[in-house]
C-alpha cells in the first residue's frame, strides 16, 4: 500500500487528515463504512469466491466420460474396505497381517477410482516449482514434465486477478503491473529455495525464505519504488484466506468429536485472554494493538488470525509486520523440537499429534511435524488446527466489538456507535465462512460431492493460496526494514509476550490434550490407533 490516496479498509485510519504521513499513521482498517465495491476486504471476497466458482464449475463440468461408473466402483471399494476393517478389529495373528495387506491393496485401487470420478483441468496449467537435489532446473521439471506452463498459468491468473482488484479500488494499475512481475519472480525463487532436498528434509517453508528473500532487499539495497505499488500484503493474504475457507470444512469439526473441540475451543481462548492481559498489565507493552495482534497471532492460527485481528484492532502495518515475523519464524523452531520431545517421552501419536495441532501456528509446520510422528499424528494434528482455524472469525468480531466497547472511548468517556462493531469487522472473513459453508455442504452430499471437493481444492485453490500467501511474505519483507521495528522491539518485549503466550499454550493445550484422550475419552484414542493397524 503505497498510494497515499488508496481509500481502502487496508490503508490509514488518518484518511481525514492527509496531511499525516502514511508511514505514521497508516492502520490495517478505517472506521468508516466501505462499499461493495470500494473496499479491499470486499474485492478479496469477490476474487476469492470467484476463482473458487470458477475452478468449481470446470471440475464439474469437466467430468470425465467414465466418471458415473468410477463412482460406483469409488462406494463398492468403500464397502468392501469398511467391511475389512470390520473383520481386522477382532482378528489377531496371520489372520490380522492378512487382512491388513488385503486393505492396503484396495485402498490403492479406491485411490485411483477416486482420482477418476472428478478431474480438475486447471491443474495442469497451475503449478508451483518442485523439488531439486543439485540442479535447480529440475525444479522446473518435475518427474520428467514440463512444469513452465504451469508456471505461466499461476502468474496470468493471479496477475489478472489482482489486477482487477487493484483498478476496482482505483489504484494504478500500470504501475502495480511492473512490481507485480518481480514480486512474483521473487516469490518463484522463494519456492525454489524450499523445494531443495537438504532444505526441505529441515522442513524450511516457501514462507520463511519469502520472508528472507524481501528482508535481504528491503535491508540491503532498499526496496525500489517501483515495487512498492505491488506490495500489498494484506490483499494478497486476505484473498487467500476466503480460498482457505474452501478447505476448512465443517466435517472436520466432528472428525475427533468433543476432544478435539475442546482442545481447539477452550484453551484456544483461555491463552488468548491471558496473553492480552499478560502483556498489558504485567509487560505493559505500550501498543494495545500490537499486543492483541501477537496474543492472537501465538494463540489461534498464526498469519491468518493476525491479518483478521489487525484489521478489527486498527493495528499499525508495522505492528503487524512483527507479529507475523513471530509467526514464521517460531514454527520453524517448534516442528522440529516438538516431535523428538514427543519420541524421547514415548508419548502416543494421538497425544502427541493433538498438542502439535494446538500449539504450532502454521498449518504447513504442523503437516510437517506430525508426519515426522506418523500418519496417526498428522491426522490429529491437521484436524484440530482446522478446527482452531474455525476461530478466525469468531476471533476477529470478538476483538472488533471489545475495540469498539471498551478500548476506543472519546474525550467525553463515550464510547463508539455500536454499528462500529460491524465498520471494523474485516469483511474478508465473510468471505471465508461463505466458502466454508458452501464446500462443506457439497462436500456433505455425497461421496461424489466430496470427490468434486477434493478435485477442487487438490486441483487449484491450494495452488492459488500458496501464491498469495508466498506473495504476501515476499511483500512483508519488502516492507519491512529493522531501523524502524527498532522502537517495537524496545526492551525485548513483544518478543517476550510471544515466548510467555507460547509456554503457556503448550502446557495448557498438553494438559488439555491428556485429559481429553487419555482420560475422559480414552475410546477415541485406542479406536484412532488401531485405524493405523
Known sequence: MDDN?????????????????????????????????ASEDWWAVWLGCALLLATLLLTWLGAPADSRENLTQVRTLQSEL??????RSSAAGADRKALTARMKEVDETLQKARSGVYVNPLKPWLAKPGGWKANPLAAFWPKGKNGLPGLAGAFVVLLISFAIGNAGLGRNVFRFIPGFCIIFLLATFAYLLAGQAVVKQYNLEYALWALIVGLLISN?????????????????????????????LMAQL?????????????VTPVVLISTYLFGQYVLRIPSRSLNMVISADMSVCGVSAAIA??????????????????????????????????????MNAVLGGAWLGGTIDSTGAVAAAGGLLGEVALKVAATIKMIQNILIGVTAFCVATYWTLVVEKDSS??????????????????GFIAASIVFSLIAASGSSGELLV??????????????????????????????????????????????????????????????????????VTESLLQSAG
Not at 463508539?416 to 472473513?429: A, H, L, Q, T
Open 5 to 37: 490516496d488508496d481509500k481502502t479498509p487496508s490503508d490509514s485510519s488518518a484518511d481525514v487528515n492527509a496531511s499525516v504521513p502514511a508511514s505514521e499513521s497508516e492502520v490495517v482498517t478505517q472506521t468508516k463504512p466501505p462499499g461493495l465495491l
Open 413 to 430: 468517556g463515550q464510547r463508539p456507535d455500536v454499528m462500529e462493531i460491524w465498520y471494523r469487522f474485516p469483511k474478508f472473513v465473510i
Open 220 to 248: 540491503t539495497a532498499g526496496t525500489p519504488a517501483f515495487l512498492k505499488p505491488a506490495c500489498q500484503t494484506e490483499f494478497y493474504i486476505k484473498t487467500g484466506l476466503v480460498i482457505l475457507g474452501a478447505e476448512v
Open 82 to 87: 469398511a467391511d475389512l476393517e470390520a473383520q
Open 309 to 346: 485481528t489487525a484489521a478489527a484492532c486498527k493495528a499499525k502495518k508495522e505492528e503487524l509486520s512483527l507479529a507475523i515475523r513471530m509467526s514464521v519464524s517460531f514454527p520453524v523452531i517448534m516442528m522440529l523440537v516438538m516431535p523428538a520431545i514427543i519420541d524421547a517421552v514415548g
Open 454 to 523: 477434493n478435485a477442487v481444492t487438490g486441483g487449484a485453490s491450494k495452488t492459488l493460496r500458496g501464491w498469495m500467501f508466498c506473495l504476501a511474505f515476499v511483500s512483508i519483507g519488502l516492507e519491512t526494514n529493522f531501523r524502524q521495528l527498532s522502537q517495537q522491539l524496545a526492551g525485548g518485549k513483544p518478543l517476550m509476550l510471544y515466548v510467555c503466550g507460547q509456554s503457556l499454550n503448550l502446557c495448557l493445550t498438553l494438559w488439555m490434550a491428556w485429559l481429553m484422550f487419555e482420560k475422559v475419552f480414552p475410546n
Open 254 to 266: 466432528f472428525a475427533l468429536g468433543l476432544p478435539g473441540i475442546c482442545i481447539a475451543w477452550i
